[in-house]
């Protein structure tokens, strides 16, 4: 099965700092990558997706980083509060279909 | 606009038994896909559905089924219940032609 490949697993950062959430894909026919957040006990939201022929996306403090050739993306939060604790995913789809790759998550937590 | 609702929000079986579990998508969208989430597995496709018919399927045994009605609800079956079958079950929503999907809470299985 095609893997979306997400870095760290866990991440701490202090209140008001960068968190930056990593992820590698293999399969160049992708053609949408959406990044999810979620709370405990609740289904994922959508944060900001990209599309490969954007470099960047930018939403409030939230913003994806897409580099095509290497086959990666980020997501970055600017400016990180306490209520940004939560568990972030990408993902991507196969081209054509909603069906989506996710990535095993990252666990934010933002220290105040 | 309402979001994504699944019922029931939680359900505790007993291994052999089947379940259901139903889905009403977001007003206006078509597509419905499920997935399942696991701490172990992560969130995985299961099918997608779209007027009435199944366009999408992902690697999942045939104990697991689904089904579309022609008003777009959702519901999805899984017989013969095994332990491992313990997951929060996610379904999501999407508009015709647009990626986006919008998660529901989900249902959380438990099989005892």
């Known amino acids: 099965q095609q893997q979306v490949k997400q870095s760290p697993q866990s991440l701490i950062v202090q209140k008001g700092g960068i968190s930056i959430i990593n992820c590698a894909y293999e399969?160049?026919?992708?053609?949408?990558f959406p990044w999810y957040q979620q709370f405990p006990g609740k289904g994922p939201a959508l944060l900001i997706a990209i599309r490969p022929d954007v470099s960047e996306k930018k939403e409030g403090r939230f913003t994806i980083s897409f580099n095509k050739s290497a086959k990666q993306f980020s997501l970055h939060i600017m400016d990180s509060q306490p209520g940004d604790s939560a568990t972030y995913f990408c993902?991507?789809?196969?081209?054509?279909?909603?069906?989506?790759?996710f990535g095993t998550g990252t666990r934010l937590k933002v220290l105040a | 606009k309402a979001g994504v609702t699944q019922t029931p929000r939680y359900l505790i079986k007993t291994r052999g038994q089947q379940v259901t579990l139903s889905c009403s998508p977001i007003s206006g969208h078509r597509s419905v896909s499920w997935y399942q989430q696991t701490p172990g597995q992560g969130l995985q496709f299961l099918f997608e559905?779209?007027?009435?018919?199944?366009?999408n399927k992902g690697n999942f045994p045939g104990r697991f089924s689904g089904r579309q009605f022609s008003n777009s609800r959702s519901e999805m079956n899984v017989s013969t219940l095994e332990l491992g079958d313990s997951a929060l079950y996610l379904c999501?929503?999407?508009?015709?032609?647009?990626?986006?999907?919008?998660f529901g809470p989900g249902t959380r299985l438990t099989v005892t």
């Open positions: 559905y779209f007027s009435e018919t199944q366009r």
């Open positions: 999501a929503s999407s508009r015709d032609r647009v990626y986006e999907q919008y």
């Open positions: 399969n160049t026919a992708f053609d949408y």
């Open positions: 993902a991507a789809n196969y081209p054509g279909t909603y069906k989506y790759i």
